[in-house]
């Protein structure tokens, strides 16, 4: 399926990826290809089979207790902008 | 003791266990070949000094006569695994500058089990790619060249770096992660062996994630045994990864000598693919014949949803890496680009934090996620993906293991494939239907190409039945002599 421009900003815009304007048009020539290459898949009639999201089941649960943490110092090490013990972000509340 | 790094892991853990050298002597021996082998770019970050005082305890250890599994042996790890303190890139700018406060479990399980540390390797940026040229930090070349042609090659992807190494004798044997082919198809490139685990095998805890139901961590050697060897030490439950599977590990190496005769070897008839290289579809003959000269006995099998594989693999994997990707916002770790909103800032991190084809990922798994759009695509993938996993099942009613080509190709020069992603994602045919189905597959060395390339051939076993792919591999690999010589000899 080809996508036209307008569908390949929005899908930017909801991926959170500036793309340039210079981008757009190699972009929708690529992502129309791998469509068009995964809409193979039309072809097969897949009524009534179950989807799977993977190949296990009935994995063990933990228990449902605290087993982490108190390491606050060590998190916001790899933060790009931090202060007094928190993360920081342009504002968003005027 | 120049030539220390030429031994396989089996003969240096066999050494040390004599003292006939030490683990000091056998890092400098890497770190020398390390050194001579730069100009192929395997590492993104080397870790010397971190070498050397682990083989010092090494030493230490040994002396007392308390070696464990790994003791004293060098590896190289895929710079996609977290090691507390070294910087981990994912071979992303995003993550640039990015140094773990933890350890992966599967790296702090060879640590704990003696391994050493030599450095991180490269890799297709987040392991999207087949020939490791999507990497931030430059591409890597594979150590081999065509015979009378001097075109640098690409060491195949995603674990491209870890596959250089080892091939380039610079690590006795490295670590890689395989979402969709990513060990199995830079072995085969690199003329080394490459295991892809069961699903759930080893534990996905520390690793930057891709798509969480495909990745696999898995070892990277030049003997099966080798890989045997690393896989024990790698593997196990692990309640931190909800899908590790509390099995017991056994000791694959004893599997190795298992004889394959009376296993039912399955040859699916769809892998025949059209246009195949007439190299390949003898090799893959070859390998036939030699089971067959063991004793197994060779069945015809089929696999009719093979030609469907990449699509849906294509459709799942953006799908699961637009969700994993989604926490590189430029807030908590990682790179920041400023904005002028929150929103401006995510978006201009992300837009120069990440290469070409990751976005690329990113958008089509957004779209196919997206309402309107998830039904026609990442459901109906999903319901391939149940058939794919129903064709292996069957097959497997029939069969003990089955034997494919690992790659389409031998590998290509750097710069090829790049303009066409369809003609680069099909490099991976052969191996990503194992991944939709989570089943265990070794690609092993099997011989040259015309022009003087390593060709692989791929066993896959049943889910939690590496013991049998490691016996038949162990026998194809003695009835395939393939010399792990010098690549460039």
Redesign the interface.
Known sequence: MALDKATVTRIAALARIRVQEAELDPLQASLSQILGFVDRLAELDTEGVEPKAGVLSGLPMREDVVSDGNCRDRILANAPAAAHGFFTVPKVVE | MSTLNELTLAAARDGLRRKDFTARELVEAHLTAMAASKSLNAFISETPERALAMAAQSDARLARGEARLLEGLPLAVKDLFCTEGVRTTAASRILG???P?YESTVTANLWEAGAILLGKTNLDEFAMGSSTTTSAFGNTENPWRRRGDNRPLVPGGSSGGSAAAVAARAALGALGTDTGGSIRQPASFCGIVGLKPS??RCSRWGIVAFAS?LDQAGPMTRTVRDAAILLRAMAGHD?KD??S??VAVPDFEGALGREVRGLKIGVPREYRVPGMDPEIEALWQRGIDWLKAAGATPVEISLP?T??A???Y??IAPAEA?SNL?RY????????V???????????T???G?GAEV??R???G???L?AGYYD??Y?????????I?EDFAKAFAAVDAILTPTAPSAAFPIGEKME???AM?LNDVFTVPVNL??LPALSLPAGLSADGLPLGLQVIGR?FDEETVFSVGAALERAAAFEPRGPRG
Not at chain 2, 329 to 336: A, I, N, P, S, T
Not at chain 2, 381 to 386: D, G, H, L
């Open positions: 500058n990015f140094i406060p699903y759930g139901s309640p909800s899908t599977v509390p949803l030609h469907y990449l699509p849906a294509y459709i637009s989604a916002d430029g807030v908590r770790f990682g790179l920041r400023q904005g002028d909103s929150l929103d401006a800032l995510y978006e201009n992300r837009g120069q990440f976005r690329r990113i958008m089509i957004t779209y196919v997206s026609a695509y459901r109906k993938a999903q319901q391939v993906r149940t058939l996993i066409d992603p369809i994602y189905a989570g889910a």
